[in-house]
């Protein structure tokens, strides 16, 4: 009988081992189970976070995207009435050039339009002018500079 008692007692405390054992083990994948639950909601507040942050700069874009398509619209209508007056005294002029007349067509002229003397002044040939007007000025203003200088202080090195 002893023999059969402490079989019985083996075979229960192995029992119990194993039992703890697997609650052992059960506890730990639970607990990494909870860990890996916490990592991944985690990541999806910052993906959450991520995504509001790029929705408010796509906004953002959008509106610096919308601001800027009504600016070229603006310009554009700007430029089509100015092509629309420039077409206009184009055909003014060509009309009094037929007629034999006199025509002075200068942006002084009081008759013009602001549009027109605006349209004019944009001109390739007129801004062309205006830099080679501005470079002679310069250059005369260094050289009048450079000989008063000499003529007020002539042995100065």
């Not at 995207?65 to 619209?73: L, M």
């Not at 420039?86 to 942006?107: G, H, I, W, Y």
């Amino acid at each position: 009988m002893k023999s059969s008692i402490i079989n019985n007692h083996v075979i229960e405390e192995k029992v119990c081992y194993e039992k703890e054992s697997a609650t052992k083990r059960f506890q730990q994948e639970l607990c990494e189970l909870q860990n890996r639950v916490k990592t991944f909601t985690d990541q999806l507040t910052h993906a959450k976070e991520v995504f509001q942050e790029t929705e408010e700069e796509m906004k953002g874009f959008q509106s610096r995207t919308d601001r800027r398509c009504e600016i070229i619209k603006m310009e554009s209508a700007k430029e089509r009435v100015i092509l629309s007056k420039l077409v206009k005294l184009e055909e003014m002029t060509t009309k009094r050039f037929n007629d034999n007349r006199d025509v002075t067509l200068a942006c002084e002229d009081d008759s013009m339009s602001e549009a027109a003397r605006n349209a004019a002044s944009y001109t390739t040939a007129h801004r062309i002018a205006r830099y080679v007007k501005i470079g002679c000025v310069t250059f005369l203003d260094s050289v009048a500079a450079y000989v008063l200088f000499k003529i007020t202080r002539p042995f100065v090195f």
